[in-house]
């Protein structure tokens, strides 16, 4: 057995410890009686893996093992010999040829003979049986027994005093059911736990897996995630195809959010293939458009497939495990990666054929006085794409659903105008398009299509020349949102048209530093002299660039462009270079979150530290490091978490192997800093902690005269907790000064809870520090209000309350830092550990989280992404707290809880 086969073997054997020792106990305990001890599994449940490795175990003690594999074409049971009498007495024969035992001629004669009567083969088996078990304990081992036609009969046979005979069957098959009620045990193989498949994944590639692949592949598979031949598998296919990628010690998949698709090789498609040409077709046409069980006449008038024929494959595959029928008669297949596979094999070509045809059918139905969903029938025309003749017919179709479209379809509603403007032929993609429907791309977050359509009109020389200045200058700054938004390279035409506007020029300087743009010069003529106070693009008027650069710059003219007040969201954004969440605080409801790319990935990775979970961070970070450009400022700061995290954790080791990629300059000089004095505050070394506090001052200091704002807040508030760590009062002379000058200006560029923390530690003024708590509790950042809790709770006479919440809070996040700190000034305090939190109290904290990100616009689908859950959780949480407050809709939820009228969160 080669390497990788062994290795495969092994990772088979995940969370298989309980059936192994139940098998090797059986074999000892069989003495002088006959057992028959049945093994069932779906297909690749690992049966065999487990089989193998129980033989192994066997022979390793001593028992005598015969194998029979009886799904072999040269040990299968055939038409004449339908009970499999024959082949096994050939096996015994051989096995007692290769012991040197005697060959036992008679009874084993008397099997093999042709044409014998099956009672005088039972009565010779037994003899053979008893001959073989007379010199030592025996045990039969019988894998993929639903080869024998019978396989009762002969098993039984086999069942002689002191013979173990374990055959390994598929669930629900006809084996499985002759044996079941003769069997003395039955062994139903359960499924993988996520942990296993997880252990399983790490032992077949020798990384452990990023907790993304895990719930990708959860996501693919669907009912197969559990089961352990088809993770296996896919998970090689996905290696062999590139899409596997051990990064910094972790199994990570590349292109998270692309299709994954079923192997074919996969047992599934041999169920297809032998259901026929027509059962492919259909599987196929369910797996490209969304069908009912009502839909199949339609079906019979876009592909000429009768409906009577079509319902009869429906319930074949769907006993075949192949497609499935929900509560409401929706036909999918069994998973998305099985119908990802089916896709894939029908190519793009065939599928947009086959939009076509069902656009044409709901056009003939509609022409008939029948009913057509509008919707329905303008996602199958732009699915249909290119293969629709260009004309008014379909151009006139999309544009009505898109104007009838309501709010909660206006991201397809997009879809279709755009997909109108190109039916109506390449010309239509003009400057003039672009203004009307980038806005829309924005609102609805489909920032690839906005890509795409940008790319396309400055690529059409006719519709450039005929697009105005500040068309032009649309399509620049949509192209640069794309880019943005997504990682890819922003074409060279729309770069040379970016308005020459210095708030802009700031913002792409901030997150993409490098980019080509900087070197690219703006269009000469009128472009060139649109630059100053000139609007730089109707997408983003220069007011609204003017607040995104004040919320990332402490620079004096932009913070002299900032509103009063100025938003504390929109700082607490831009101190951690979250530039989706800045475009949020700014465009308001004009703006759409991402669901994939760069940018998505690090407000994740945000979320996910700001609610502790560490694990999480990593992952998000692992992701970004496979996606987009390495250099942007997404990436770099991504890092800096990611070692933040790890110092969180004691793993400097580690740490250090991210911290190091980036350069300890502005403006990532704060956040470098800012993960120096976090690992510095978890331990307990006074010379590395006054070092580490210097450094973070001076680094303060110097990113404050740069210029950007990434970590600035970050890095004072672990600033002033070394000063009270140390008691160094020359520093808390520093902060407090510095505290109460960004307290006086006009447009403070620092979060007011950092000023009021600043302000408690060197102050020693609970007042403040019990506003500064409130604010970040409002917030929700979990760490920031750990720190915060510490600050009252050192000051307060009966700390007991804000120690009690620190301590939970220090448990709900993945390190031992933060509840070693806890701990230490509890017992300074005298304060107690609280008894334990129920699982309620717990369940509510997730509930006030998905009422935040639902107030935020977010989808049920992207508050799932956002919280590293699967949207069925999501669903559940909804469940439980529409039933709790009687609210029926998620508007009633968002407006009790902006009037704060919900039953509070623990």
């Known amino acids: ?94 096995h007692v040829e290769r012991s040197g035992q005697s060959p036992l001629a008679g009874p084993l004669a008397r099997i093999t003979a042709p044409g014998p009567r099956v009672t005088d083969q039972v009565r010779a088996l037994r003899e053979a049986v008893a001959a073989l078990t007379a010199r030592a304990s025996t045990v039969l081992a019988i894998d993929d027994a639903d080869a024998i036609p019978a396989p009762a009969l002969v098993l039984s046979a086999a069942r002689g005093p002191g013979c173990l005979v374990v055959a390994a069957c598929r669930t629900g098959g006809p084996a499985a059911e002759q044996l079941r009620p003769i069997a003395d ?77 079923l192997p074919e090789t996969h047992p599934l498609w041999g169920r297809l293939r032998q259901a026929g040409e027509d059962a492919v077709r259909l599987a196929v046409i369910v797996s490209a458009v969304r069908l009912t069980v009502d839909d199949l006449p339609l079906l019979e008038d876009a592909v000429r497939a009768d409906h009577k024929v079509s319902g009869r494959l429906l319930d074949e595959l769907d006993r075949a495990g192949v497609l499935r029928v929900d509560a409401d008669g929706v036909i999918a297949p069994v998973c998305p990666a099985a119908g990802a596979r089916l896709r894939q094999s029908a190519g793009p070509v065939a599928l947009a054929r086959l939009h076509r045809a069902f656009a044409a059918a709901l056009l003939r139905r509609a022409g008939t006085g029948g009913r057509a969903d509008h919707a329905v029938l303008a996602d199958r025309l732009t699915s249909a794409g290119d293969t629709v003749p260009a004309g008014a017919l379909p151009t006139v179709w999309l544009t009505r659903a898109a104007a009838s479209a309501g709010e909660q379809d206006a991201d ?95 913002m792409r300087d901030c997150w993409l530093p490098g980019d080509p743009a900087a070197a690219v010069p703006p269009e000469t003529g009128e472009d060139r002299a649109a630059g100053g106070d000139l609007e730089p693009s109707t997408l983003l008027p220069a007011s609204e660039v003017a607040r995104m650069a004040g919320a990332v710059s402490v620079r004096p003219d932009f913070a002299a462009r900032r509103p009063e007040p100025f938003d504390q969201a929109l700082i607490a954004a831009g101190t951690t270079g979250d530039l989706g969440g800045v475009l949020h605080h700014v465009l308001g409801p004009r703006y759409g979150a991402p669901v994939e790319g760069p940018l998505s990935a690090y407000r994740r990775l945000l979320d996910h530290h700001a609610e502790g979970a560490l694990g999480r961070v990593l992952s998000a970070a692992r992701e970004l490091e496979l996606s987009g450009a390495p250099t942007t400022t997404g990436h770099q700061l991504a890092r800096i978490y990611a070692a933040d995290a790890l110092l969180m954790q004691g793993d400097r080791r580690r740490a250090e192997t991210w911290l190091g990629a980036v350069p300890a300059e502005p403006p990532y000089l704060a956040f470098h800093a800012w993960a120096r004095c976090g690992a510095a505050l978890g331990g307990d070394d006074p010379p590395e902690q006054r070092a580490a506090l210097h450094d973070g ?50 447009a403070p560029w620092l979060l007011r809870e950092t000023v009021l923390l600043v302000r408690a530690v060197v102050d020693r003024d609970a007042g403040a520090a019990h506003a500064g708590l409130l604010l970040a509790r409002r917030r929700g950042h979990r760490l920031t209000l750990l720190e915060a809790c510490l600050c009252l709770g050192a000051l307060l006479d009966d700390p007991r309350s804000c120690l009690h919440e620190a301590y939970e809070l220090a448990r709900s996040i993945d390190a031992a830092p933060p509840r070693s700190r806890v701990l230490a000034l509890m017992r300074e305090r005298g304060v107690g550990i609280p008894r334990p939190r129920r699982d309620d109290d717990r369940a509510s904290i997730s509930e006030a989280r998905i009422i935040t990100l639902i107030q935020a616009g977010l989808t049920n689908r992207q508050v799932a992404l956002r919280l590293g859950i699967s949207e069925k959780t999501v669903e559940y949480h909804l469940t439980r707290i529409f039933a709790r407050t009687g609210h029926r809709s998620r508007v009633e939820l968002v407006a009790a809880s902006l009037a704060g009228s919900l039953r509070p969160a623990s």
């Open 412 to 506: 397809r509603a997009a879809r279709w105008l755009l997909a109108a403007a190109r039916h109506a032929g390449r010309t239509a993609l003009s400057g003039r398009l672009l203004t009307r429907l980038a806005p829309m791309l924005v609102r609805t977050g489909q920032y690839r299509e906005l890509g795409e359509l940008s790319a396309a009109v400055a690529a059409c020389d006719r519709s450039w020349a005929a697009s105005t200045p500040s068309q032009r200058r649309d399509a620049a700054v949509a192209g640069l949102l794309a880019g943005l938004h997504t990682g890819s390279p922003i074409p060279a035409r729309l770069r040379g048209a970016l308005p020459d506007d210095a708030g802009l020029a700031a």
């Open 185 to 261: 045990a039955v062994m139903d193989l359960p499924e993988f736990s996520e942990s296993e498949v997880a252990e399983f994944l790490h032992r077949q590639h020798g990384a452990p897996p990023d907790p993304g692949l895990t719930g990708a592949l959860r996501e693919a598979l669907g009912p197969l995630f559990g089961n352990p031949g088809t993770v296996t598998e896919l998970s090689a296919d996905l290696a062999t195809g590139g899409r596997l990628r051990v990064l910094r010690g972790h199994l990570c998949l590349k292109e998270p959010h692309a299709a994954i698709a």
């Open 697 to 746: 001052w001076a680094a303060f200091r110097r990113q404050r005269t740069a210029g950007p704002r990434f970590g600035l807040d970050q890095l004072l508030l672990r600033v002033a907790a070394l000063t009270a760590r140390l008691a160094d009062e020359a520093m808390a002379a520093a902060l407090r000064e510095e505290a109460h000058a960004v307290a006086r200006t006009r």
């Open 1 to 94: 057995m080669s390497r990788s086969a062994s290795r495969r073997s092994q990772a088979l054997l995940c969370g298989r410890g309980a059936q192994l020792a139940a098998l090797d106990g059986a074999a000892r305990e069989t003495g002088g009686r006959g057992r028959l001890l049945l093994v069932t599994a779906p297909p690749g449940g690992g049966k065999t893996a487990l089989l193998r490795a129980a033989v192994h175990g066997w022979r390793t003690a001593g028992t005598q093992v015969l194998t029979w594999s009886a799904g072999r074409r040269t040990t299968a049971a055939g038409a004449g010999d339908p009970y499999g009498f024959g082949v096994l007495g050939r096996l015994m024969r051989t």
